[in-house]
């Protein structure tokens, strides 16, 4: 509504005739099946969060890491999460960002993170822990952060 009627947005105009249509007998319609809607779906997000939740006994237990490609790809830290709020963002984003998480994903975890991690005792002490971040943890934080930046720098 706010882009057929180019309103521009947050403003009181706009709000005005979106609470407005939710008056008329189709807007009234609509609004009753968005919220059916939302209501179904948030139920099922709960039930599986809770089903999720049993079955979970640690960190790396249950539906949070499903080892689908393998127990070596798990190792390496490359599995499934069964999560809701995961394929509701997908469904918001354009399918051009959904592809280059994708492959952005799949190059870091599956190509560099193990090509890094030779590396160890060259590139750093090969004696840390994994999660410190003066080894391949400092690496992913890294180009995480400068990955985010990146992001914001372009879509702002």
């Known amino acids: 509504m706010i882009v057929d009627f180019r309103l521009t947005y947050p403003s009181g105009t706009a709000t005005a005739h979106l609470i407005n249509s939710f008056h008329t007998t189709e807007g009234a319609k609509l609004a009753k099946k968005q919220v ?55 469904m918001i984003c354009p399918y051009i960002i959904n592809v280059s998480l994708l492959i952005g994903g799949i190059l870091s975890w599956g190509v560099m993170w ?14 840390l822990k994994q999660s410190s971040l003066h ?5 992913k934080v890294s180009c995480l952060s400068t990955f985010q930046f990146s992001l914001n720098f372009r879509f702002t």
Do not use: H, N
């Not at 709960?46 to 080892?67: I, K, M, N, R």
């Open 36 to 90: 059916q809607a939302l209501g179904k779906f948030f139920s099922f997000s709960f039930l599986w969060g809770v089903f999720q939740w049993f079955f979970t006994a640690g960190d790396a237990c249950g539906f949070a890491s499903f080892p689908t490609f393998g127990l070596e790809a798990y190792q390496r830290m490359f599995y499934f999460d069964f999560s809701a709020t995961y394929v509701g963002v997908g």
């Open 135 to 139: 080894g391949l943890q400092g690496y």
């Open 114 to 127: 193990p090509l890094i991690d030779a590396k160890k005792g060259d590139w750093y002490s090969a004696d």
